[in-house]
């Protein structure tokens, strides 16, 4: 059998941490239970609903005025955006979207201009061909063209002569000019627009290519700074916040507090027991002096 005199000196202390312990728990789940106000003979009973069930509409009113007022302000998304790490993180995803954009294999130039726009395709792509060769029949007809064909006949040996000016004439001719035009239409119809374009990454330069980065980085920045506080506000972010959160299924809205506050919880509980564990030996100890 346990010693009496032990039991009287064991029990305050025991008493007292249980105590302190189960008051400590009660205080934690009166914070969430009950979910609802409980009723006797018409009246609410005291501390229900808990406090977070009975607060849960202020709570939400409280971050919505924290989100609409204070975390889009323009300085703080100065602050944001000067943060190397969201520096780095942006022009990461932008070089990953300019990598793949430019990655991508493409085919002919045909395919990638949607069928209702195919018409006006065709019809670019026949005044471009006509404006090519209008000024390739300029050129061949300029003074500039005709000194450079005699230099290019006189480097060959053949010296400015008859010989030099028929073959000037026979470039300059319609005939050779439909030729050259009939050669031109066959090469782009047939080879060039054909003709698969690949990844672009192959057509630009690797300084074009981080120009590209940069330029958008900037514009990145410069549309956060200018467009983001017009955005909340038109999107009335407190109310819409408020109400978000106030719309929370309460178990929802409980399960977010309680695993964001769980090893405070059961440190706040065991910080109760200790509690009443020293008031018991101190109870003890006032009884045995």
């Known amino acids: 059998m346990l010693d009496p005199q032990l039991t009287a000196s064991l029990a305050p202390p025991l008493v007292g941490a249980l105590a302190g312990y189960g008051a400590a728990r009660l205080a934690i789940f009166l914070l969430f239970k009950p979910r609802k106000p409980w009723r ?18 202020h709570l939400a009113a409280g971050i919505g005025e924290v989100v609409g007022n204070h975390l889009l302000h323009r300085a703080e998304i100065e602050r944001a955006i000067a943060d190397p790490r ?6 990461h995803a932008i070089d990953t979207r300019i990598a793949d954009l430019l990655g991508h294999d493409l085919g002919p130039a045909a395919s990638l201009v949607p069928s209702r726009f195919r018409g ?17 029949h300029t050129h061949l007809d300029s003074p500039a063209f005709a000194e450079t064909l005699r230099q290019e ?10 010989e030099t000016e028929n073959v000037l004439a026979l470039v300059r001719s319609p005939r050779f000019k439909r030729l050259l035009d009939a050669l031109l239409a066959n090469l782009l119809a047939e080879k060039v627009l054909p003709q698969p374009i690949g990844p672009l990454a192959k057509l630009l330069p690797d300084e074009v290519r981080e120009g590209i980065g940069d330029l958008l980085l900037r514009e990145m ?19 819409s916040t408020a109400r978000r959160v106030a ?14 506050m769980a090893r405070r919880a059961n440190f706040i509980a065991l910080l109760g027991a200790l509690f009443g564990l020293a008031l018991g030996l101190a109870n003890l100890l006032l009884l045995n002096s």
């Not at 003979?41 to 406090?51: D, E, I, K, R």
């Not at 006006?120 to 390739?136: A, N, P, T």
């Not at 920045?221 to 109310?239: D, G, H, I, Q, Y």
């Not at 719309?247 to 964001?260: G, H, V």
Request: hydrophobic content about 45%.
């Open 221 to 239: 920045e410069s549309l956060l700074l200018r467009e983001v506080p017009e955005l909340a506000t038109a999107l009335n972010l407190k109310e």
């Open 40 to 57: 006797l003979l018409g009246l609410t009973l005291p501390l229900t609903p808990g406090a977070f069930a009975a607060g849960r509409h």
């Open 86 to 91: 969201f520096a780095n993180h942006l022009r």
């Open 247 to 260: 719309d929370l299924d309460p178990r929802q809205y409980e399960a977010m507090l309680r695993k964001a």
């Open 120 to 136: 006006f395709y065709e019809m670019g792509g026949k005044v471009l061909r006509l404006r090519f060769q209008q000024l390739l």
């Open 153 to 162: 006949l006189n480097r060959h040996g053949m010296t400015a002569g008859p």
